[in-house]
């Protein structure tokens, strides 16, 4: 009984430790899926307390992983319980950005990006986020989406170039 609470007091542990370590990089990634800062910061602190609240039997190890997809998971659900949200062709995303004349710069772009992200296969859409918004590796990628590394790889490369074929139309 001793050693399973220790146990359980060292997940926890781990647990705090990693997410004080990656909160500036789950507050980014979310706030990329979820298009604002208030639904980013509530979503990263439900992770933390279901994480937190749940038994979990994550090897040491794997919490990062673990952490990340439980994050893309809870942004997944939020959007999809959004009744608004709704998703354009690459084609319609340079027609749209470049029509709102009343947004300009860094909000342009996001949105722009945005809609390109929207367009693309979610598999390689979940890569660019991963690599871009949340700085991880290939590795830590292909750990969290539970993917070889190559296919983690070659996801993110024919995203991007979709990407570009969308932004010079």
């Known amino acids: 009984m001793h050693n399973l609470q220790e146990k ?9 430790q990693l997410m004080k370590a990656e909160r500036t990089d789950m507050l980014r990634y979310a706030c990329i899926r979820l298009g604002n800062l208030p639904d980013a910061e509530d979503v ?19 919490w990062r ?30 027609d749209i950005a470049n029509a709102d004349n009343n947004i300009h710069g860094i909000e342009r772009d996001f949105r722009r990006i945005t809609l390109l992200l929207a367009g693309l296969p979610p598999e390689q859409a979940e890569v660019i986020r991963l690599r871009l918004h949340a700085d991880k590796s290939f590795a830590e990628i292909a750990d969290i989406l539970n993917v070889p590394l190559t296919t ?11 990407l570009r074929k969308g932004l010079r139309r």
């Not at 007091?9 to 781990?14: A, F, G, P, R, V």
């Not at 992983?65 to 319609?92: I, M, P, W």
């Not at 983690?152 to 979709?162: L, M, T, W």
């Open 65 to 94: 992983a673990y952490v990340y997809r439980s994050l893309s998971n809870l942004c997944t659900d939020r959007l999809r319980g959004l009744s608004k949200q709704h998703f354009v062709s690459l084609e319609q995303a340079r």
């Open 8 to 16: 359980e007091s060292s997940s926890d542990e781990t647990l705090t």
């Open 152 to 162: 983690a790889k070659s996801r993110f490369q024919y995203g991007i170039e979709k």
């Open 44 to 62: 990263v602190q439900d992770v933390y307390l279901r994480l937190k609240t749940t038994e979990q039997h994550v090897p040491a190890n794997k």
